[in-house]
């Protein structure tokens, strides 16, 4: 309209509370990434890996369906630490997998099309616009992840009874914590990434090479200097390393070598693992340096030289 004619008024209806501002991208989000047949597939095919467990749960305590199926509950895998990590390092990578798919995408659209300014020039700022897009895989990812497990604990609480669920609270925060720092590294690996190279197959491709090219080197220095500090340049090492001191069951003995280098006979020789504070130091590393590129690339103007 015509700005002489001033008939032009200010919106006087409801407002948005600040605090929840962030919400409006996810809620956006999820409308295109819902219309996804693949990713509906994907996702629904990340809680198969939960309803066995929960299975396996329900049979320890059903002494009808062992009968029935001919099963001894020795043969059974015992619920305890080592399930919960399992179910832990499986939700994990199905994680990284839908990460691989909503991630990329997120924040390179905008950059793209000079969409930032359109965002920020409302009362958005850049921490509101960036942790409303982390809150995309924020929520997507803790569906399959710790929400569900955390619900096979308390499933095997209410079978096994209250004793067994006090005697084994630190697995349940072992379960939040350990799946917090795996979505954290995620989300803000995808999100520094996608602002960075703009070009989803670009940032996907990326994702992947940091998840197995560092490992494969990673690989390579242990077998040649017969060590494991090459584990420090491995994502998946890391996280297994930091996984693995949350629940209890961190190994520092990996096993024994005999032979001969250079003439020089040894035998037993002990190889160690890096110690868990190594791994958790290096993960924090990594999220720090990516905040730090979400920091450089995400304004409302960029400066061509």
């Given at each position: 309209m015509a700005v002489y004619e001033h008939t032009y008024k200010q919106y006087a209806g409801p407002e948005t509370p600040r605090w929840s501002r962030f919400l409006v991208l996810p809620r956006h989000s999820y409308r295109g990434i819902f219309q996804s047949k693949l990713f509906i597939a994907i996702f629904v095919a990340c809680f198969i890996y939960p309803l066995v467990a929960s299975v396996l749960i329900y049979l320890h305590h059903n002494a009808e369906a062992l009968a029935v199926l001919e099963l001894a509950v020795r043969r059974l895998v015992p619920i305890d630490a080592a399930f919960f990590e399992t179910l832990v390092v499986g939700q994990g990578m199905s994680a990284f997998f839908l990460t691989l798919l909503i991630g990329?995408?997120?924040?390179?659209?905008?950059?793209?099309?000079?969409?930032?300014?359109?965002?920020?020039?409302?009362?958005?700022?850049?921490?509101?616009?960036?942790?409303?897009?982390?809150?995309v895989l924020l929520i997507l990812l803790s569906l399959i992840t710790w929400v569900p497990i955390l619900l096979l604990f308390l499933f095997q609480s209410y079978l096994e009874g209250w004793t067994w669920f006090t005697e084994n609270l630190r697995i349940a925060g072992a379960v939040f914590v350990g799946s917090w720092v795996w979505i954290l590294v995620l989300s803000l690996l995808a999100l520094a990434l996608s602002s960075w190279l703009r070009w989803r197959l670009a940032a996907s491709a990326a994702l992947i090479g940091i998840f197995f090219i560092p490992t494969a080197f990673g690989e390579a220095m242990n077998n040649i200097f017969f060590t494991r500090l090459g584990h420090l340049i491995s994502l998946p090492s890391l996280i297994k390393a930091a996984w693995s001191s949350l629940f209890g069951t961190f190994v520092s003995e990996t096993g024994r070598l005999s032979g001969v280098v250079r003439g020089q006979r040894f035998r037993n020789f002990v190889m160690h693992e890096p110690p868990p504070w190594s791994s958790w130091l290096v993960l924090a590393a990594i999220c720090a340096v990516c905040l730090l590129i979400l920091v450089r690339k995400v304004r409302a103007y960029e400066v061509v030289r």
């Amino acid at each position: 309209m015509a700005v002489y004619e001033h008939t032009y008024k200010q919106y006087a209806g409801p407002e948005t509370p600040r605090w929840s501002r962030f919400l409006v991208l996810p809620r956006h989000s999820y409308r295109g990434i819902f219309q996804s047949k693949l990713f509906i597939a994907i996702f629904v095919a990340c809680f198969i890996y939960p309803l066995v467990a929960s299975v396996l749960i329900y049979l320890h305590h059903n002494a009808e369906a062992l009968a029935v199926l001919e099963l001894a509950v020795r043969r059974l895998v015992p619920i305890d630490a080592a399930f919960f990590e399992t179910l832990v390092v499986g939700q994990g990578m199905s994680a990284f997998f839908l990460t691989l798919l909503i991630g990329p995408p997120l924040i390179s659209r905008d950059t793209t099309n000079n969409a930032l300014p359109l965002y920020l020039c409302r009362p958005f700022s850049r921490a509101e616009y960036v942790v409303g897009k982390m809150s995309v895989l924020l929520i997507l990812l803790s569906l399959i992840t710790w929400v569900p497990i955390l619900l096979l604990f308390l499933f095997q609480s209410y079978l096994e009874g209250w004793t067994w669920f006090t005697e084994n609270l630190r697995i349940a925060g072992a379960v939040f914590v350990g799946s917090w720092v795996w979505i954290l590294v995620l989300s803000l690996l995808a999100l520094a990434l996608s602002s960075w190279l703009r070009w989803r197959l670009a940032a996907s491709a990326a994702l992947i090479g940091i998840f197995f090219i560092p490992t494969a080197f990673g690989e390579a220095m242990n077998n040649i200097f017969f060590t494991r500090l090459g584990h420090l340049i491995s994502l998946p090492s890391l996280i297994k390393a930091a996984w693995s001191s949350l629940f209890g069951t961190f190994v520092s003995e990996t096993g024994r070598l005999s032979g001969v280098v250079r003439g020089q006979r040894f035998r037993n020789f002990v190889m160690h693992e890096p110690p868990p504070w190594s791994s958790w130091l290096v993960l924090a590393a990594i999220c720090a340096v990516c905040l730090l590129i979400l920091v450089r690339k995400v304004r409302a103007y960029e400066v061509v030289r």
